[in-house]
Every structure is written in C-alpha cells, then in structure tokens.
C-alpha cells in the first residue's frame, strides 16, 4: 500500500521543471545577436517575415484526392448489397448529395489538420465524419441506397419543388436571410 502524506499537502512543489512550449523554442533557436544567419536585409523586413503565421498547406488539394487519399483507405464498413444495411457505391462521384457532404467532411479535416487545437481531429471524427457516415452510407433511405452491382442506379431523383410564390419570396428572405 502506498502511503500519501495529505498532512504536508501546502509543502508540495507546483512548479513544473518541464519546458514551456516558448520556452523549448528559445532554448533551440539561435540568439539574434549572433552572425549565424546574416542577411543583407533590414532587420524590420527580416522580422516580418519570421513574426507572421505560415498557412499550411492542404494536404489534399481537392475531394477526389482527399477521398482516394484519405476516405477509403481509412474509412471501413461493411458494406451490403440491397439488404438494409450500409450501403456504396464505388462511383460516389454520380451522387451529388454524396459530393457534397464528402468535400465538406474534406474542407473540415482539412482545417482541423491544421488547428493548433489538440482535439481538432477527434472532433472532426465525432461532429462531422460520423453524422455524414451515418447518411452516405444509410443502407435504407441514403443516396446511395439503391445501388446496384451493375451500375444501373444513378441515384434518387431530385426532390419536387414548386416554385415559390413572389409574395412569399420577401418574406422568406426578410425573416431569414
């Protein structure tokens, strides 16, 4: 058993002896005082330079990529044929609602790449991956629900629309736009 002295709790060190993440950088960066990385510069320009953020890059510079990349080498299901369960279809790109949500599952895993948050990507996974998943792949009433191993599917019709009357225009826009 171990003992803990709860007697002497406001004698217990707080201070951590870890570095800080300022403190790790300064550590491992050169002095500005050194000649180690002259340049003919001005020092104001120099210092712009180095004091404003560097934008990432995306990693995938589309869907299709991020999809070939990233989405089916990762994402697994199994998945059925036409009996109720999780339904795809290789040629996601014939579906638009499928396009639509997978470049938007991209354009947000590609910004929680690049958060500075710890818990970016477990977000992404939580809040947008899993409720996108659940509709993609819904077997009974998804887009691709329907699929068919010869191809003969493209996908539900687009919904009926009538068109919407000039004096309700206004006051769908007024109220919430």
């Known amino acids: 058993m171990v003992e803990v002295n709860t007697a002497a709790s406001d004698e217990w060190a707080t201070s951590n002896e870890a570095p800080d993440g300022d403190e790790y950088e300064d550590e491992y960066e050169p002095d500005e005082d050194t000649d180690e990385d002259e340049t003919d510069?001005?020092?104001?320009?120099?210092?712009?330079?180095?004091?404003?953020?560097?934008?990432?890059?995306?990693?995938?510079?589309?869907?299709?990529?991020?999809?070939?990349?990233?989405?089916l080498p990762v994402i697994r299901r199994r998945i059925s044929d036409n009996d109720g369960g999780l339904s795809?279809?290789?040629?996601?790109?014939?579906?638009?609602?499928?396009?639509?949500?997978?470049?938007?599952?991209?354009?947000?895993?590609?910004?929680?790449?690049?958060?500075?948050?710890?818990?970016?990507?477990?977000?992404?996974?939580?809040?947008?991956?899993?409720?996108?998943?659940?509709?993609?792949?819904?077997?009974?009433?998804?887009?691709?629900?329907?699929?068919?191993?010869?191809?003969s599917f493209m996908g539900w019709p687009a919904m009926p629309a009538d068109p919407v009357p000039s004096n309700v225009i206004e006051n769908i826009l007024n109220y919430y736009g």
């Open 41 to 71: 510069e001005p020092a104001d320009e120099y210092e712009d330079e180095t004091d404003s953020p560097q934008k990432k890059e995306p990693k995938f510079a589309n869907v299709i990529e991020w999809v070939n990349g990233f989405f």
């Open 88 to 151: 795809w279809d290789p040629r996601w790109w014939a579906y638009p609602e499928v396009v639509a949500r997978l470049t938007a599952l991209h354009q947000a895993w590609e910004e929680a790449r690049v958060s500075d948050s710890m818990s970016a990507m477990s977000s992404w996974w939580i809040q947008h991956l899993e409720p996108h998943l659940r509709v993609i792949l819904d077997g009974d009433t998804g887009p691709m629900a329907n699929a068919k191993a010869d191809r």
